[in-house]
């Protein structure tokens, strides 16, 4: 019982880590139609920024981390993707790996690519009793913040201007222009939005790991991409469902596999997107929505 | 598609003599110079094959796959353990079986072994993934190569995950390179030109309309899945008997996919001589980069640049050619071929070349 | 005055060319059909004063400015809005979200309720739907709110092409009513019509479009009395053909 209640709150914490950056991801697919690679290394860069800015107040620096990273998305929006925001989803897609591969190696010239360490929050590591339960101050803190930011972005879509403006543009961009939305600015309130979600899954990586690498953000970015492609890349429920999913899937390869299996465990969970893919080909919506943006 | 010459067998030969021709004389004569430019050479050559190869699959299906540098992987392992010889496998490999370690044949079946592995491996992948629309497939491609660098990475007692796998016998360079390189481009010019190409092709322009008339667009990308896996695992193989060694370690397969996407982008991806132009440019940006980050001499000083710049500098010449030439440096067209060699061809053609993109 | 003014407007797409040399005036006040088959190039004009296609050649003005070239979203604030041909209303959005977006250019709030009541006047349908997923309404209620949307930016001219297309008689009849509410309220409309009877029986004038050329320009009477409309719909004289490929 209590193994079980000990399995359900890992798996929701890590599930929720997943969520966010899942939706990150898909926020920016919904609106502007790009799968951002780079996503994972504006999480790097957050992090490096906690890492150089440690000795403030951690508010101060946490403020200060979100504010650099809104800053990243807004420039790369301006530089990379605005150029090249008419051409087809493949190209916006190529465009925004080879950003991130731009990102995490300017990181290796600044930082070197050895690991660096950092004790953020330390309060965080700590282990709460609740109910004869011990659960990890991180996981608490990962559940709190999927919960308020999920329910804080899902509130500024469905009631904010800027909210309708964008599922206006994410159906039909064209018809949004001709009714005077300001496509930029919605695009650029969407870029924000997933900078928040990325200094919020920044801040949970650092705070539970402590060790940062520039290639932080490729194995977030490919979980990511996995839980959208679960979840359905043109909804945000269905999005953090499949972050929560390979969450819930990798917590459990965890308990179930056998120690030298372990290392294989992230090849177990691509290799059931892969034979999902197999299975059920058009019954993801991400499919149908793939189909319509082409 | 206006004034396209792979559309007849002429314009074929002449696409292969005018991209083949130059690219051979020039290695051959670089490679002349000395040991040290004729290393350079064979490396590029060898990103040639893997790059063509790649554009068989995405230049005809129009899909990016992010998944090659899988085959990469596989193909250059199963010739290692095909070709390392036994004493010296039983050494460096002792977690292999003991059928595996007795194995020693020859480079060339070797090699094929690996070739075909891969090119097995991407039939089934293939099955899954060709059913997918364009950024779905791309996004379960990368999936699928991470799942194959998580194994290898791990997979310790046959590939000594990240450390390195030495004693492969080292028998590729130039020439070896260059005939890889000639028979890849032939091959992808064949494929073109073959009716499962200009299917391809077509169900690439409107993959609806052309399932609508009757064209089985996920066997076409799968024949052209399964061949450009194969071209592209030759390379692997060669490359792995280049360096007489072979990593899973830090991302070197990262950035090898990196490498041939860019070289296939920057030229552009829809036609063989984009292949090839963007193979050219990068490998001499890339070695210029590389020369910087060893050190310049300039009088007493050394002045060296830190680790990374060589791929930042990639990464920014591909973002460049990305966002002020989406459709690469040749624009998706081959060398045209003369008026006196295509008079049949061109009519008609005439007055929709330079029109299409007028209306956005 | 003429408020808008279209002077040799020519659009290409690829080798088709859909307008040749297509000039036209809409003055404040006035209502100004343009009537003509399919392929006719009267989408493409609208297009074109939209800013969604950008012409080949000509000049566009709209009160003395020069629309060629401007962005979508200014031409949206010089006052113009169109209705497009197949409605494109925002599916996923309620109906009165779709009524609010048509306001994206303004901040006047207590101005854009208001506007939202005396859409609700307009067409009695649609107040009692506005909670309701815009893709849930029917073909006529749709037409009604694509047009709702279009007048929520108050522009100075309306573009409506095909307001009549698949609708049911007694729909069109609502719709129609609701474009002569609009003409009696002082609205300058550029109106599109296959059916040139509905179409004549709103206009102050009517251009006759036909393979991209106008053929005939005049009120309601004139056309009427005209036999050149059978010409236009039912071939093109070989003359224009010759033209037309010129
Ligand atoms: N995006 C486009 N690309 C290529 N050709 C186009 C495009 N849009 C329109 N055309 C062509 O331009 C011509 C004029 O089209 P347009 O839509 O303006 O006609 P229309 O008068 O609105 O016709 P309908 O009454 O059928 O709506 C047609 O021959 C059409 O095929
Ligand atoms: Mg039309």
């Not at chain 1, 679960?230 to 999005?239: A, F, H, N």
């Not at chain 1, 990798?250 to 290392?263: I, M, R």
């Not at chain 3, 009267?42 to 060629?68: E, H, M, N, W, Y």
Request: a neutral charge.
């Amino acid at each position: 019982m209590d193994l079980l209640v000990q399995f359900i709150i890992d798996a929701v914490s890590v599930g929720g880590l997943y969520a966010l950056t899942a939706i990150g991801i898909g926020l920016i697919f919904g609106v502007v139609g790009l799968v951002n690679f780079a996503y994972g290394d504006f999480v790097m860069i957050g992090a490096y920024t906690i890492l150089l800015t440690i000795g403030f107040y951690w508010p101060v620096t946490i403020l200060i981390a979100a504010i650099v990273l809104i800053m990243v998305a807004l420039a790369a929006d301006f530089v990379a993707f605005r150029p090249v925001r008419l051409a087809s989803p493949e190209t916006l897609m190529i465009v925004s790996f080879a950003l991130s591969y731009t990102i995490q190696y300017s990181y290796v010239m600044m930082f070197g690519s050895l690991a660096r360490t950092v004790n953020f929050l330390p309060a965080m590591s700590t282990n709460l009793e609740i109910l004869g339960i011990r659960i990890a101050g991180v996981s608490i803190l990962q559940i709190v913040a999927t919960i308020v930011l999920t329910g804080a972005l899902a509130a500024f879509i469905r009631f904010t201007r800027i909210g309708y403006q964008m599922r206006a543009v994410s159906e039909n961009p064209t018809m949004a222009r001709l009714v005077g939305v300001d496509i930029n600015k919605v695009i650029a309130a969407a870029f924000i939005a997933s900078a928040l979600l990325a200094v919020t899954v920044s801040v949970l990586f650092v705070a539970q790991t402590g060790t940062m690498t520039p290639f932080l953000g490729l194995n977030l970015t490919i979980i990511g991409f996995v839980a959208t492609v679960i979840g359905g890349m043109g909804s945000l429920v269905g999005c953090a469902l499949g972050g929560f999913l390979v969450g819930f899937l990798t917590t459990l390869l965890q308990l179930a596999l056998p120690a030298d299996l372990q290392p294989f465990r992230e090849a177990f969970v691509f290799g059931a997107v892969v034979l999902m893919l197999l299975l059920r080909p058009g019954g993801l919506i991400m499919l149908a929505t793939a189909r319509e943006r082409i | 598609m206006r004034n396209d010459p792979t559309h007849s067998w002429q314009g074929i030969v002449w696409t292969f003599l005018v991209l083949g021709i130059p690219v051979a004389v020039a290695a051959l004569l670089l490679a002349s110079t000395g040991p040290v430019l004729a290393r350079v050479v064979t490396d590029t050559l060898i990103k040639l094959t893997m790059v063509v190869g790649l554009y068989i699959f995405i230049g005809n299906s129009g899909i990016f796959s992010f998944g090659h540098a899988a085959f990469i992987v596989v193909g250059s392992y199963a010739s290692a353990w095909m070709t390392i010889p036994p004493t010296f496998k039983k050494v460096i490999l002792p977690g292999l079986p003991a059928f595996m370690q007795s194995i020693h044949l020859d480079p060339f079946t070797g090699g094929l072994v690996g070739v075909l592995l891969a090119a097995l491996l991407a039939f089934v992948i293939g099955l899954a993934l060709m059913r997918l629309a364009g950024i779905a497939a791309s996004i379960a491609s990368f999936a699928f190569f991470s799942v194959i660098v998580v194994i290898y990475n791990n997979w310790t007692g046959w590939t000594k995950g990240t450390a390195s796998l030495v004693g492969l016998p080292v028998y590729a360079g130039p020439k070896l390179a260059l005939a890889a390189a000639l028979i890849a481009m032939l091959l992808a010019l064949l494929f073109q030109y073959s009716r499962y190409g200009l299917l391809l092709r077509a169900t690439r322009e409107d993959a609806a309309a052309a399932r609508a008339a009757g064209v089985e667009v996920e066997r076409m990308r799968l024949i052209a899945f399964v061949v450009s896996a194969a071209v592209v695992a030759a390379g692997g193989v060669l490359q792995g008997h280049f360096n007489g060694a072979l990593t899973t370690t830090a991302n070197v397969h990262l950035n090898l996919t990196f490498l041939i996407l860019a070289m296939l982008v920057v030229g552009g991806m829809r036609s063989l001589a984009g292949a090839v132009i963007g193979v050219a440019i990068l490998a001499f940006v890339a070695e210029l980069l590389r020369q910087l980050e060893r050190g310049w001499q300039i009088g007493d000083f050394t002045i060296t640049a830190p680790s990374g710049l060589g791929q930042v500098g990639l990464g920014i010449v591909m973002l460049v050619v990305l966002i002020s030439r989406p459709q690469g440096l040749t624009k998706g067209r081959e060398i045209p071929m003369p008026n006196w060699l295509s008079r049949r061809e061109r009519q008609g053609d005439a007055e929709l070349i330079g029109s299409t993109q007028n209306a956005r | 005055m003429s408020l808008l003014k279209v002077r040799e407007l020519a659009v290409q797409y690829g080798a088709v060319a859909a307008l040749q040399g297509v000039s036209l005036d809409v003055s404040s006040g006035e209502v100004v059909a343009l009537i003509g088959p399919n392929g006719a190039g009267k989408t493409s004009l609208l297009s074109a004063v939209a800013g969604v296609v950008r012409p080949r050649a000509g000049t566009i003005g709209f009160d003395g400015q020069d629309l060629v070239g401007m962005p979508i979203q200014k031409i949206v604030r010089a006052g113009i809005a169109l209705v497009p041909e197949n409605r494109d209303i925002f599916t996923k959005l309620t109906v009165i979200e779709n009524l609010l977006i048509g306001a994206s250019t303004r901040n006047d709030w207590d101005g854009i309720a208001q506007d939202i009541e005396r859409i609700g006047e307009l067409f009695p349908a649609l107040p009692r739907l506005f909670p309701r997923p815009a893709g849930l309404l029917s073909g006529g209620e749709q037409q009604m709110l694509a047009i709702g949307r279009a007048l929520m930016s108050r522009p100075r001219l309306l573009m409506l092409d095909e307001p009549s297309l698949g609708l049911a008689p007694v729909v069109t009849d609502a719709v129609f009513a609701g474009i002569r509410t609009l003409r009696a309220q002082g609205m300058a409309i550029l109106l599109v019509e296959q059916n040139a009877v509905r179409a004549l029986s709103v206009c102050d004038r009517a251009h006759l479009l036909s393979a991209g050329i106008v053929h005939f320009t005049g009120t309601p009477d004139e056309i009427a009395h005209a036999g050149d409309i059978d010409a236009a719909y039912f071939g093109v004289p070989s003359d224009v053909a010759a033209q037309g490929s010129a």
